[in-house]
């Protein structure tokens, strides 16, 4: 399955339009990972636990979306789209959403 953010792959025409396909993962950090931000967060520097939380969510939200695009038999997804978002109290949960156009090249 090629995943691509461009609305098209270069040298390989899209023969059909599948539709739209989507992913969406709501993903909680715990209570560990977010005294471990807020140490970062006070003394500087990256949040490694945080960052896996977010690679977490995206790569899940990402195979959903592919193979939602496999179920309608695409081979390709084009134009996709990443969206990032907190939700919950005090922005405790992360929410990623993908989107894109399942097509067959």
């Given at each position: ?28 950090a ?56 907190t ?19």
């Amino acid at each position: 399955m090629i995943l691509s953010t461009t609305p098209q792959i270069e040298g390989r025409p899209i023969r059909e339009y599948k539709g739209v396909v989507t992913g969406e993962v709501i993903i909680g950090a715990n209570v560990l990972k977010d005294f471990m931000a807020g140490l970062t967060d006070f003394f500087g520097g990256r949040s490694g636990s945080y960052e896996k939380v977010l690679i977490e969510a995206k790569d899940s939200s990402m195979q959903e979306m592919m193979q939602r695009a496999q179920a309608l038999g695409a081979n390709a997804v084009v134009g996709i789209d990443i969206d990032y978002e907190t939700i919950g109290a005090n922005g405790s949960m992360l929410m990623v959403a993908t989107s894109g156009t399942a097509v067959v090249i």
